[in-house]
């Protein structure tokens, strides 16, 4: 049950973890040997789709026997949690080959996640993210950060344990702060040099050790904008897999509406008025866009622009 009245894409996983019962080989043995036991698959981070009946998107959720047969060693596999009283596992693809083409022949087809997104039931696309930031995670892990070693899966997939020193290593989530600053009846946005031309979003940055999320906010606002930041509210956050970060969307009151980019993390900023925020999220504004619904910029400048 949502916790918050705001879902931000990503968010709202329905599963039941089941962290309780994870920590159980034996249960979880026989959850993926269990013929209605379901599994995702995941193929260099895209998650295999197919169409509905009506054509609408979803996941192809496949056999969790299949996936445990795809993967004997357990290193792939992932236990996604419980969908009422049903198991639902999550497999690792990797390599150059398609899947599809072999093993998974006729079960569907492996897209983009960050493309897909809005067409898939949130539910569907909160699994999918869960699976893939888990899956990240477990590629950069595959070794011991304390002696090197390589490290094993425990928990279902949610913990790696040292084969050497017995160290335990956890996921990893880092935070992000993103937020829209804004003075009066303006708000700013800033653009990288990288990004597509004319694509402005909201400013953001990862938190710092000892840092609390106002005090990131006011930090990366000083520093990406010279802002200063007067007032600090929060508005939703969102989880995003790319490769593990929770942002944190902030709407932040500031001093004054002057502001310069550092050409450092930003290579331009722009003042909207809110009707010109309203236009911009409608596509309306000649030359200049915004990130898609998707992202949880879109939706503080939605937010933000709604107010006035």
């Not at 998650?47 to 998107?57: H, I, Q, R, S």
Request: proline residues 7%; negative net charge.
């Amino acid at each position: 049950m949502p916790l918050h009245l705001f879902l931000n894409t990503f968010a709202g996983n329905p599963l039941d973890r089941a962290s309780d019962r994870r920590i159980e080989p034996e249960w979880l043995a026989q959850q993926l040997a269990s013929d209605d036991a379901l599994a995702v698959a995941l193929w260099n981070g895209r998650p295999l789709v197919e169409n509905k009946a009506d054509g609408e998107l979803q996941l192809a959720y496949l056999p969790a026997k299949l996936a445990g047969e795809l993967d004997p060693t357990g290193e792939r596999l992932l236990f996604l949690g419980l969908w009422k009283e049903t198991a639902v596992f999550a497999i690792d693809l990797e390599g150059l080959a398609d899947p599809t083409a072999s093993a998974l022949s006729g079960l569907g087809r492996f897209e983009d996640l960050r493309l897909i997104a809005l067409d898939l039931p949130p539910t569907d696309a909160a699994i999918a993210s869960t699976a893939k930031g888990m899956f990240e995670w477990r590629r950069r892990h595959r070794r011991c950060a304390v002696c090197g070693e390589p490290s094993r899966p425990a928990d279902g997939g949610w913990k790696r344990v040292c084969e050497a020193c017995e160290a335990e290593h956890f996921p990893r989530t880092d935070p992000v702060v993103i937020m829209l600053p804004h003075h009066g009846d303006r708000c700013m946005l800033g653009r990288q040099e990288s990004w597509p031309k004319g694509m402005f979003s909201a400013l953001a940055g990862f938190l710092e050790p000892g840092e609390a999320i106002e005090e990131a906010c006011a930090r990366e606002l000083a520093e990406e904008a010279g802002l200063r930041a007067l007032n600090v509210r929060y508005h939703s956050s969102q989880p995003w897999p790319y490769p593990s970060s929770l942002m944190i969307g902030l709407i932040a009151e500031v001093e004054d509406d002057e502001g310069r980019p550092d050409q450092t993390e930003l290579s331009e900023v722009r003042w909207f008025t809110r009707a010109e925020a309203r236009a911009l999220l409608a596509g309306e504004l000649d030359g200049v866009f915004c990130p898609p619904r998707s992202a949880i910029a879109h939706q503080l400048i939605k937010a933000w622009a709604g107010e006035g």
